[in-house]
């Protein structure tokens, strides 16, 4: 199963490097609407698994046409996204937070189980999913492909640093009835692991790439570890939702990680903020 999901996320990432250097714009923006319409139709079938094909692509070509505009999104005023993402970030953690206060006991007839199978669920989606498509657009042209591909190193280290830290020493739940394999142990590595890749990208880039960064190294390297550590939550909160339809995975799309929304989940909420700690240090 390693084996597996090291050989889909190697392609993966080859594919996200080939379109990042030398696919300009048009190939980022086809990129980005493709991804809105996978993880769009991922979410449908959470949200609403009984339901038909024809409604799962329907949604899906609703959130990505709005993806497609992305030209256009990048010029609502800044604020707008801001509020969003600060809206989107109390609602995915006041949602794991009441599941896990809850211990688990939540299901589809509760309050939080009917806003996660009704029409609230697609716009919660669709809300999420265009804000963190219109950021990454916003991230790659204000600050360039290194600074977006640093701030992805930095998740992804949080990821990988809590995988291995946690099957090793991991002793104490996170968040037990959301997510039974996550540990605090793990978190920590997790960390740990995000903020050493932080210092020696940012030693590394020699504070060049971003004109006018006005913040010493220390201080981005544990900026952007604590924004890495809101991957988790988004991690957790699409655990939140498998489990109250009771799915494993989000999909099968990628071999060895199941669904495009399993590989994106710990993005949904950390590069917006991303987005935000690069503009207020530059």
Do not use: C
């Not at 991922?42 to 993806?67: D, K």
């Amino acid at each position: 199963m390693l084996k597996q999901r090291i050989l889909t996320a190697s392609a993966l990432f080859a594919a996200l490097l080939m379109v990042l250097f030398w696919g300009g714009s048009t190939g980022w923006l086809v990129m980005l609407t493709l991804s809105a319409f996978l993880a769009a139709r991922e979410w449908f079938g959470l949200a609403f698994s009984e339901q038909t094909q024809n409604g799962r692509i329907a949604y899906a070509s609703a959130v990505a046409a709005m993806v497609a505009a992305l030209p256009w999104l990048a010029t609502i005023p800044l604020g707008f996204w801001l509020a969003l993402t600060v809206v989107l970030t109390f609602w995915m953690v006041g949602s794991v937070w009441w599941y896990q206060k809850q211990q688990g006991q939540v299901s589809l007839d509760s309050v939080l189980g009917k806003t996660y199978q009704a029409w609230w669920s697609l716009l919660i989606g669709a809300m999420l999913i265009v804000l963190f498509h219109v950021t990454t657009w916003l991230l790659l042209h204000g600050f360039g492909p290194v600074i977006l591909l640093l701030s992805l190193f930095v998740i992804w280290a949080v990821d990988t640093g809590a995988y291995f830290s946690g099957r090793q020493f991991g002793r104490t739940k996170l968040a037990v009835y959301v997510s039974p394999g996550k540990t605090w142990e793990g978190v920590l590595g997790g960390g740990l692991f995000a903020f050493v890749v932080a210092w020696i990208g940012l030693a590394w880039l020699d504070q060049m790439f971003v004109p006018g960064l006005n913040a010493s190294l220390p201080f981005l390297a544990l900026g952007l570890t604590a924004i890495g550590l809101l991957s988790v939550f988004g991690d957790l909160f699409e655990s939140l939702l498998k489990r109250l339809h009771h799915r494993k995975d989000s999909g099968r799309l990628l071999p060895g990680h199941g669904g495009l929304l399993d590989r994106i989940d710990s993005l949904l909420l950390a590069v917006p903020w991303l987005f935000f700690f690069w503009l207020t240090v530059s």
